[in-house]
């Protein structure tokens, strides 16, 4: 079963508006929420995270939002600059002998148009 | 901080042989988890280790898998007998092992095509 999901594989916006990209799960256990960009051939680059105390965090022209009732999470660019297309992926934790296991969705990928 | 490494990049090899991946996390990172991410999907993971030893490994890693980390420093990822199935990126992860709220610095990944 797909714990974590993003229902939309790919997303175009015109350069300097803003970038919206949703993500929603369904384990109540996910305790922290991370975004990770990824370019062709490469590993997936942290970008920002959550934690489930809280329903805000920026960092830059990123902010990831978090709706626990609603079991969703987006991730905001504002301005959106021609370097940020990638793929976008959404990942939840879950606790694992002390550790932290991430649930990744399956990406999104994000156009950006001049 | 060099970050994670992974060699080979790139392996091509033919159904039936062994191949075998190296990663080297971040020096002062003590977690070291392995994933495995197939066209279209997102990364799923396979194992973790927490210095040498390995905590938790997922029903995806058969028995035609192992993975090591002598010394709790790099860790090597091995499939026998591979089979065109396994074809797809491994990436390896690491992180400090702060509790809560970790979070995850991936390597560039290798790609495994069995042909």
């Known amino acids: 079963d797909q714990q974590v999901k993003q229902n939309s594989p790919s997303l175009s916006v015109q350069e300097g508006r803003i970038s919206i990209l949703n993500c929603d799960y369904t384990n109540s256990m996910f305790d922290y929420f991370l975004w990770y960009k990824k370019y062709p051939a490469e590993g997936p680059t942290f970008l920002i995270s959550?934690?489930?105390?809280?329903d805000k965090n920026e960092d830059g022209r990123f902010t990831v939002f978090l709706n626990k009732s609603a079991k969703h999470l987006s991730l905001h660019i504002v301005p959106s600059q021609p370097g940020d297309s990638a793929v976008y992926f959404c990942?939840?934790?879950?606790?694992?002998?002390?550790?932290?296991?991430?649930?990744f969705g399956q990406g999104t990928r994000l156009t950006i148009n001049p | 901080d060099t970050g994670v490494s992974q060699d080979p990049r790139h392996k091509i090899t033919k159904r039936g042989q062994n191949v075998t991946f190296r990663c080297d996390p971040i020096s002062e990172h003590n977690r070291l988890y392995w994933y495995r991410q197939t066209l279209g999907q997102g990364p799923e993971f396979l194992t973790y280790?927490?210095?040498?030893?390995?905590?938790?490994k997922s029903r995806l890693l058969s028995d035609r898998f192992s993975a090591e980390r002598p010394k709790g420093s790099f860790s090597t990822l091995e499939i026998q007998r591979t089979e065109q199935g396994d074809s797809a990126m491994y990436l390896c992860a690491s992180s400090r092992g702060q509790g809560g709220g970790e979070t995850q610095y991936f390597g560039p990944g290798t790609r495994l095509l069995v042909l």
């Open positions: 990942a939840a934790s879950v606790a694992i002998q002390g550790a932290q296991k991430l649930v």
């Open positions: 280790f927490q210095n040498e030893a390995q905590l938790e």
């Open positions: 959550i934690s489930s105390i809280k």
